[in-house]
C-alpha cells in the first residue's frame, strides 16, 4: 500500500522490486483518506448548491468603429433554428428554448432598442 516505495536499481531484496515501509504506507493511507474527505466534501457542496456564484464580464466598446459591420440600408436577413444533432427534428418547445430578438436602430446619435 505503500505508495512511495522506492524502486531499486539493478537487483531486488526477497523478489521485490521496490522496498516499502510501514511509515510510507501510514502516509499513503493518510494521503488517500485526505483526498477523499476532500473529494467527498466538494460532491456535498456541488449537490447541496453551497454558495453559488456567477461571474459576469462585460466589456463596453470592445470593437473599433472600422470593426462594426452595419446591416442598415441592405437587404439583410438572418434565421436560427434549433435542431436535435441526431435525428435533425426542430426543437421548438418552449421548456427548452427562448428565443429573444432584438432590433437597434440609430437617432439622432443615440442607440434605441426596438
Known amino acids: 500500500m505503500d505508495m512511495f516505495g522506492a524502486p531499486l536499481p539493478t537487483f531486488n531484496v526477497r523478489g521485490e522490486e521496490s522496498v516499502r515501509t ?3 504506507g501510514f502516509v499513503s493511507i493518510i494521503i488517500i ?3 477523499f474527505l476532500f473529494a467527498s466534501l466538494k ?3 456541488l449537490i447541496s448548491k453551497h454558495n453559488p ?4 464580464f462585460k466589456e463596453e466598446d470592445a470593437f473599433d468603429a472600422d470593426d462594426v459591420w452595419s446591416g442598415d440600408g441592405q437587404d439583410f436577413f438572418m434565421a436560427f433554428a434549433v435542431a436535435d444533432f441526431v435525428t435533425g427534428e426542430l426543437k421548438n418547445d418552449p421548456r427548452f428554448v427562448k428565443y429573444n430578438a432584438e432590433y ?5 446619435g443615440n442607440n434605441t432598442l426596438s
Not at 53 to 56: A, G, R, T, W
Request: aromatic share 12%; glycine share 6%; proline share 0%.
Open 22 to 24: 510501514y511509515t510510507g
Open 33 to 35: 483518506y485526505v483526498a
Open 43 to 45: 460532491l456535498q457542496h
Open 53 to 56: 456564484s456567477v461571474n459576469i
Open 104 to 108: 437597434i436602430h440609430r437617432v439622432d
